[in-house]
């Protein structure tokens, strides 16, 4: 850190060390000793001084009325003649990220939007850090037409930022410097005093190459869910809340320094994407302020309108999703990775039957290794058609979902029961297990059954009870083809069923076997006549 600091920095030249009357023991010059007359002339001086100190904190006095507030003259600037060009200095938040449109892109078109706004931005890099893994993100702006040279650092201390700062300035000649960063200093434990005087030696050094650099210096923006937001949001507020007096200080007739009230209306949980860094929305946010402030003090194109346009966050690629596989109660999505991207989305809906709502069956999809990403989304029932959208994230900022996949699951139906029969105690009808069937269903129809004739007695010669009545099917078809049936009892777990004629003198009854939606095929049907 520099300790370069002007007399108005330290507060004067100090007069401590000096003895009476000679020279002082450390070889400074003897102290002057005034006479009597002296010492009055001295304390009204004094006197003097204090009331202007007092009168440069609170204004001039007013009797009877407040004392105004002191306002600073406000820096001013002129364009350059032909191109003005802008470096922009940074950590991350400018830099920004694969997918990311950048702040800097927000900035760069209002300005070359403008009539008479001619700017170049100049720096050593152009690009962007790759959070998608995919090795695009060095150049993986969400829209790469602008002028993309800048002098941000991912991950940068401003101390850090420093030490290239005069060799940067050096070889791009910038008319214009626009400074934010920060938030590094205090992730690392440094406070907002540190940082600020680390503000204060990168400006000194721009100023060493360029004494007539424009200066313009972003508030940083508010941090939320990084386990330590307390102290970060205290110390970026501090440090806020000191730049206006920095920007005082350190102007200078040939070089002014302004603010840029990044802060002013940033949410971090609306305007971030992650814990730290801002998103579409959050981008155009700081872009305005940073337009601000060169349109108004410096005079460099014109201020953002208001109010802020509408602008969607997280990817805005469309993923293209196909099924990739599909297997009994199981479907394999797949897609190219969508840049920016961190994470992806699977919602699914069950179309038919029994349509349901539109849910979320994976929120946590991420890339693993080259190629395609991949999803398997599994527990489906067998027989429905489904619906799923791939939803691409950038941490908390869901993008444009994919178009619907549709898929009819597997149609392979399950064999029919095996041995259908009534058991030995004539309560039960019973069958075999069947391999890959959920349940069973049980279908009942009456059977034709002659009636006695008027003449017949109840009993024979011997009292004994007359034959059961002879009982035919009504015909060979099974359920759906044939008359009369009649779905009676759906059976899970256990392979019977209590046998009920609904009070008939005999029924056919048949098993058919299910795979959840997917009906499989039906068993012969079995005959049972009730005995008297």
Request: aromatic share 6%; proline share 8%.
């Amino acid at each position: 850190m520099s300790t370069d600091r002007s007399d108005e920095e330290t507060g004067g030249a100090s007069t401590e060390g000096a003895s009476a009357g000679g020279a002082s023991t450390d070889g400074a010059k003897p102290r002057f000793r005034p006479g009597p007359l002296g010492l009055i002339g001295v304390a009204l001086a004094a006197m003097f001084v204090t009331l202007l100190l007092i009168q440069s904190f609170i204004g001039t006095f007013r009797p009877g009325g407040e004392a105004p507030e002191r306002e600073p003259a406000p820096a001013t600037g002129t364009p350059p003649e032909g191109t003005a060009k802008i470096m922009v200095v940074g950590d991350s938040i400018t830099q920004g990220s694969s997918g990311d449109y950048t702040w800097r892109y927000r900035l760069w078109k209002h300005l070359d939007e403008q009539d008479g706004a001619d700017v170049e931005f100049v720096g050593p890099y152009n690009g962007v850090l790759d959070v998608s893994g995919d090795g695009s993100g060095s150049q993986g702006y969400a829209d790469p037409d602008f002028d993309q040279r800048h002098a941000a650092v991912w991950g940068a201390p401003v101390n850090k930022l420093s030490e290239h700062i005069g060799e940067q300035v050096a070889e791009y000649d910038p008319h214009y410097l626009l400074l934010m960063a920060g938030i590094n200093d205090f992730v690392g434990g440094g406070d907002a005093p540190e940082a600020l005087e680390e503000i204060r030696d990168l400006i000194r050094t721009a100023r060493v190459v360029r004494g007539d650099l424009q200066i313009v210096i972003g508030e940083l923006t508010p941090v939320r869910g990084t386990g330590d937001d307390e102290r970060l949001n205290r110390q970026i507020a501090e440090f806020n809340m000191a730049l206006p007096r920095i920007a005082e200080d350190m102007t200078s007739e040939a070089s002014p320094v302004v603010v840029a009230r990044t802060s002013a209306h940033y949410s971090a949980s609306e305007d971030n994407w992650d814990t730290t860094h801002p998103n579409a929305r959050g981008e155009l946010k700081i872009a305005a302020a940073f337009a601000d402030a060169l349109g108004g003090p410096l005079g460099l194109g014109e201020p953002y309108p208001r109010p802020l346009p509408d602008v969607p966050v997280g990817p805005q690629t469309r993923p293209k999703a196909t099924v990739a596989r599909k297997e009994p109660g199981k479907v394999v999505l797949s897609w190219d990775p969508v840049l920016g991207a961190t994470r992806y989305q699977v919602l699914q809906r069950r179309l038919r039957p029994d349509p349901d709502e539109q849910v979320p069956v994976l929120n946590e999809v991420t890339r693993t290794g080259a190629g395609p990403v991949t999803a398997e989304i599994d527990h489906l029932l067998s027989g429905a058609t489904y619906e799923f959208v791939v939803r691409p994230f950038k941490g908390g900022d869901g993008g444009r979902r994919s178009r619907v996949v549709t898929v009819r699951t597997d149609s392979d139906p399950p064999a029919a029961p095996r041995w259908v029969k009534v058991d030995d105690q004539r309560t039960y009808l019973v069958w075999a297990a069947v391999p890959d069937a959920t349940h069973f269903e049980v279908w009942r129809r009456p059977m034709k059954c002659a009636e006695p004739s008027d003449g017949e007695d109840a009993d024979d010669a011997d009292g004994a009870a007359s034959a059961s009545p002879a009982c035919e099917p009504r015909d060979a078809k099974g359920p759906g083809k044939g008359e009369g049936w009649t779905s009676v009892a759906v059976v899970n777990g256990e392979r019977r069923w209590a046998i009920d004629t609904a009070g008939k003198p005999a029924a056919e009854f048949v098993v058919v076997s299910h795979r959840d939606y997917l009906a499989g095929d039906a068993a012969d049907p079995v005959e049972f006549v009730v005995e008297d």
